[in-house]
């Protein structure tokens, strides 16, 4: 009966262990999964913020769920990133504590960075389109933000994102 057990769990186990893979067009976003958290300084003396993000394995693995709050809730968004057959390319949905969403489409580099086009919706600033670029660097991974506000880009904007064990918080 215990080797009955012991195989079974060992046959079951391989089942579990395949549902937690990642679709292989998500691969290259595995360093990224877990909690992440960047601080970024504002000008003219505002408070600094503090982005604490969340990626993870969703919908058996065809997705990945990202989720990010700046303050402890003042702002933040949840995302799904996929691969769409139809377009056959990495799309992404974003949602926003702010009533406005965004979609758009990924590239990936040879070297495992990419880069992010989304096309904004309800903005109350002006931004129409964002471009970011990310690129996972000795443990730690870099984002660089440009906005497309009133017909004009933005300077990019740089933040470096640690690994943390703080939460995402949505009010």
């Known amino acids: 009966m215990k080797y009955f057990s ?17 679709d ?27 982005d604490v993000s969340s990626w993870e394995r969703a919908l058996n693995g065809t997705a990945i769920r ?12 949840e ?3 996929f691969w769409d057959k139809d377009s056959e390319q990495l799309v992404f949905y974003y949602f926003t504590t702010a009533g406005f969403f965004t979609q758009g489409q990924l590239e990936i580099s040879e070297d495992g960075s990419f880069v992010a086009y989304e ?18 660097v000795d443990g730690k991974f870099v984002v660089a933000t440009s906005y497309l506000k ?13 690994r943390s064990n703080k939460s995402v918080i949505f009010k």
């Open 119 to 136: 096309d904004v919706s309800g903005s109350e600033e002006g931004i129409t389109q964002v471009k970011s670029t990310s690129t996972f």
């Open 24 to 50: 292989p067009k998500l691969k290259v976003f595995e360093p990224y999964l877990g909690t992440w958290e960047a601080t970024f300084a504002m000008a003219d003396g505002q408070a600094d913020l503090v």
């Open 6 to 22: 012991l195989v079974c769990l060992l046959f079951f186990s391989q089942f579990i262990h395949a549902g937690m893979e990642l």
């Open 66 to 77: 990202t989720k990010h709050s700046i303050n402890e809730g003042v702002y933040g968004g």
């Open 79 to 81: 995302s799904f990133i």
């Open 150 to 162: 009133e017909g004009q880009w933005t300077k990019p904007e740089q933040r470096t994102y640690t």
